[in-house]
């Protein structure tokens, strides 16, 4: 087999050009775009699923609103507003017509938001609380409405004559599945949970004994 020579410029192949300018075409433009298309995809049908979970629509619905109580545009509004912003907002993102003022200001409590010396709240803080408090209150509202399903699946199976033919339907399978994922995730969380508890035992004991080794040779020099 004949060698190869980098002075000479014998080593490679001429096939090296081609696969190299495919792999820079392929790999950051095709294939990341299609991942992107996916995740994309995924949160678009996650959002058309579950309508309780809030939407491109109603952030642009939120930015409309906020227009109107920022004449300014300084992205800064004044706290006592807030109310009054909430109650113009339809639900998901808002409590609409149909609650009071005092709820409104309940809600706001709820939300934990920093204020401006001069009180004043910002625009950004105030969407990411409003899309934390709808994630957190949907999920609540799932783990519930899914807890529910199964035991009323459950219930329709133990009065079924024919026990050894199961009936299941449509939903109670769905209930199923998603009782499964939420027993899944709180299993993860708890172990996620006691994996950090160990972690910081074990930190803590190790600290303990590099102090007592630094108090034995402290006591050994003297």
Known sequence: ERGCSEEQGTCGSIAAYPYFLSYEVLGPFVFLNLVVAVILENFTSLGNVNPNLISSSDIDT????????DPDANQHIPTAK???LLLELQPPIGLGPDANRRQAIRFCLKLNLKQTPDGQVHFQAVLDALVHANYESSQEFTHTEVTKGVIDAFKHQ???PD??????TQADE????????????????????AKALLEGQRQRLL???RQETGTSLAGGKQ
Do not use: G, M
């Open 82 to 84: 807030l109310p009054d």
């Open 207 to 209: 600290l303990h004994k």
């Open 163 to 168: 026990r050894t033919h199961t009936s299941w």
């Open 174 to 193: 769905d209930y199923a599945y998603e009782f499964a994922i939420q027993l899944i995730k709180l299993f993860l969380q708890r172990k996620r949970e």
């Open 158 to 160: 133990s009065k079924s």
């Open 62 to 69: 939120f930015k409309e609103v906020w227009a109107i109580y």
